[in-house]
């Protein structure tokens, strides 16, 4: 079946720092991706919505200059985390959503944990 | 605008009882709903999903859930819990009438399998 593939798997970085993380759609063409975070022992909160080749679109309440999501081609987007702080701590879950075997389908990645110390 | 709640955030059953996890949604088009399962420290894996086709809608691993337009509900079962289904249960809304849409989240439901 159809893979979604995140890195880092996890990450550890101090604060002030920025972290990105890829989010990569293996053996079919995105042509959207969403970001995800769930706080732990929470749901999943949609961040954003990120189509190739434009700006991605936030959710209510999403700092955009803190989450920079590009989508730079049709297989791989990207979540970079700006000087980030303890509260940053999550873990990040990308969809990717594309053709596969002629359904259009939308399939998750493994997610990303970062914590920022 | 779509929600979905998950009643009980926590529900234990014994091995080889029955499983019955709730989930009711409201949608302000017609809904494609989805149950997922997240093992610790791993992402989603779909379980099935509902996408205006039958009613009753079969999925991986025995489960299945039933979608009723009149109670807004669609509550995932099994008729015997494994000890492995141990894990936190979401289920989901479609934004749009699609399963491609991005997924507005209930707030999940652990569940615990006694031996």
């Known amino acids: 079946g159809a893979v979604v593939s995140q890195h880092p798997s996890w990450v550890i970085c101090k604060s002030g720092t920025s972290v990105k993380i890829e989010c990569r759609s293996l053996?079919?063409?995105?042509?959207?991706m969403f970001w995800y975070r769930q706080f732990p022992k929470q749901s999943l909160m949609l961040m954003a919505t990120s189509n190739e080749g434009s700006k991605a679109t936030y959710e209510q309440g999403v700092e955009k200059d803190k989450f920079l999501i590009n989508h730079a081609s049709l297989t791989l987007s990207t979540l970079t985390v700006t000087s980030a702080h303890p509260e940053d701590s999550s873990f990040y879950i990308c969809?990717?959503?594309?053709?596969?075997?002629?359904?259009?389908?939308?399939?998750f990645g493994p997610g990303t944990r970062l914590t920022v110390t | 605008a779509q929600s979905v709640t998950q009643l009980g955030s926590h529900v234990s059953v014994s091995e080889g009882a029955l499983v019955l996890l709730r989930c009711n949604y409201s949608s302000s088009v017609p809904p494609y709903l989805f149950w997922y399962v997240q093992y610790p420290n791993q992402g989603l894996q779909l379980l099935l999903k509902y996408t205006s086709a039958a009613t009753l809608v079969k999925g991986i691993n025995d489960f299945e859930a039933e979608f009723k337009k009149s109670e807004t509900s669609f509550h995932l079962t099994k008729p015997s819990a494994h000890m492995s289904d141990a894990a936190e249960y979401f289920c989901?809304?479609?934004?749009?009438?699609?399963?491609?849409?991005?997924?507005?989240f209930g707030q999940g439901t652990t569940l615990q399998v006694k031996p």
């Open positions: 969809s990717a959503v594309g053709w596969t075997t002629n359904v259009r389908e939308q399939y």
């Open positions: 989901a809304v479609s934004d749009q009438s699609s399963n491609t849409g991005k997924l507005i």
């Open positions: 053996d079919f063409q995105a042509t959207t």
